[in-house]
């Protein structure tokens, strides 16, 4: 079982590795879809800007309601960049707002007993959930989406 600082650290690097993978994109390739049925990089980058405080207020939940198992809601990509203007939003402003959400539950995370990661939550689709496998979802959501940013930058030759 990895250390809260380990857990930490693995999910901060998702930001900065996200933010590398988008580097030198123009706003064109940015908005671009390469790929048929795929969503642009932008949209990607929104869709992980918008699902970081989704997946920040499970953790909180579990870790502020001890008496009680929370209830850990699930949400709709599919809505979520139907509804939003994804393409009208800017980039930097989405990078800055998933780094500033990391750093913050990062500490958060560093500074639990192995006691508190082992709290649940109940998902309302995935049943109990202990904080540990809530955290290993975070660290592991970023890395999915960086094969399609790469997928969709091979496909426009950069």
């Given at each position: ?16 590795d ?6 030198g ?38 870790l ?5 198992v ?17 393409h009208?939003r ?8 998933i ?10 995370i560093?500074?639990?007993t ?17 904080l ?5 979802m975070a ?7 960086l094969?399609f940013v790469?997928e969709k930058?091979?496909a426009?030759?950069?």
């Open positions: 079982m990895p250390t809260p600082a380990e857990l930490a650290d693995q999910y901060l690097k998702g930001a900065a996200l933010r590398a993978a988008v580097k994109m123009t706003r064109e390739q940015l908005l671009a879809r390469p790929v048929a049925g795929k969503w642009s990089t932008l949209e990607v980058v929104c869709h992980i800007a918008d699902f970081e405080p989704v997946l920040v207020d499970r953790m909180k939940r579990i502020t309601m001890y008496a009680d929370p209830l850990l809601l699930s949400a709709d990509e599919n809505l979520f960049v139907k509804e939003l203007k994804y009208d800017d980039v930097e402003e989405e990078l800055a707002l780094e500033a959400t990391r750093k913050q539950m990062a500490r958060i560093r500074a639990l192995p006691e508190q990661l082992q709290l649940q939550g109940n998902h309302n689709k995935k049943g109990l959930m202990p540990e496998r809530v955290i290993q660290i592991g959501h970023i890395p999915s989406h094969k790469e930058r091979k426009l030759g950069i």
